[in-house]
């Protein structure tokens, strides 16, 4: 299979489907075609039309097949898998887990927007408004509902990771880069997605990339940049 992706740093819907594979051990090739300056960048667009009809990423080459968006992306190694626990084993539980992941997929639409995904930068804590603070809550409750009902066996929210991980991983470098304070439950959460494997592989990708684009750069100030301590790192070394 070949999983077609954009700029680590930036794109978080390329991220869930990566995590998904990468933390399930199943073989793929990565593709990654950086984002133009612009995310409308007519270049960028037409590279990727020759993966995805929607012109946008990710997208699943597996054979004849193809496969855009995350969620569909999921499903589908989710047929084609089924020995693994792509989602819960549990009827109650993977419903849940399914309807979580599509209310995140169509979602969230005010913290995406205030809080873009940038792995390389920690922001100051501050208000971002109502509507942000309303995305946070809802998150956080599912969190606290899915660990409470169905997270007895492990750190992830129905114990073991699944695609529901996968789908929420982005939101919680979001809470992490922007300082989003949650309770204790959700912080230990976002912990052990950001310990995984595969999301620690993506986020050191992330800080050696050299492109930056401006529509996701927060105008706000920056507590941390880690691409410039990596690029420091590597020359000290």
């Not at 999921?74 to 979580?100: C, F, G, K, N, Y």
């Not at 920690?122 to 409750?141: F, Q, T």
């Not at 599912?142 to 009902?149: K, P, V």
Request: charged letters at 25%; proline letters at 7%.
């Amino acid at each position: 299979m070949k999983l077609v992706i954009a700029n680590k740093n930036h794109s978080s819907w390329s991220l869930r489907p990566w995590l998904l594979l990468t933390e399930f051990g199943i073989p793929f090739e990565e593709v990654l075609i950086p984002f133009g300056q612009t995310f409308d960048d007519p270049a960028w667009k037409r590279a990727i039309t020759a993966f995805s009809p929607a012109g946008k990423v990710p997208a699943l080459v597996d054979g004849d097949i193809k496969v855009w968006e995350s969620l569909a992306i999921m499903e589908h190694v989710a047929d084609t898998r089924p020995d693994l626990p792509i989602w819960p084993q549990d009827p109650t539980a993977r419903a849940m887990a399914r309807s979580i992941s599509a209310e995140m997929h169509a979602g969230f639409q005010a913290l995406r927007a205030a809080c873009p995904m940038n792995l390389a930068w920690v922001h100051e804590a501050r208000d971002r408004g109502p509507k942000v603070a309303a995305d946070v809550a809802r998150i956080s409750a599912i969190w606290r509902e899915a660990r409470e009902r169905f997270g007895s066996s492990g750190p992830f929210l129905f114990g073991a990771f699944s695609a529901a991980d996968a789908m929420f991983a982005p939101v919680t470098a979001r809470f992490t880069g922007y300082r989003i304070a949650p309770d204790s439950v959700c912080a230990a959460y976002c912990e052990a997605v950001q310990a995984t494997k595969g999301f620690q592989s993506w986020r050191m990708g992330a800080f050696a990339e050299p492109w930056i684009i401006a529509e996701d750069e927060a105008d706000e100030p920056v507590l941390t940049d880690f691409r410039s301590s990596l690029r420091r790192s590597r020359v000290s070394s």
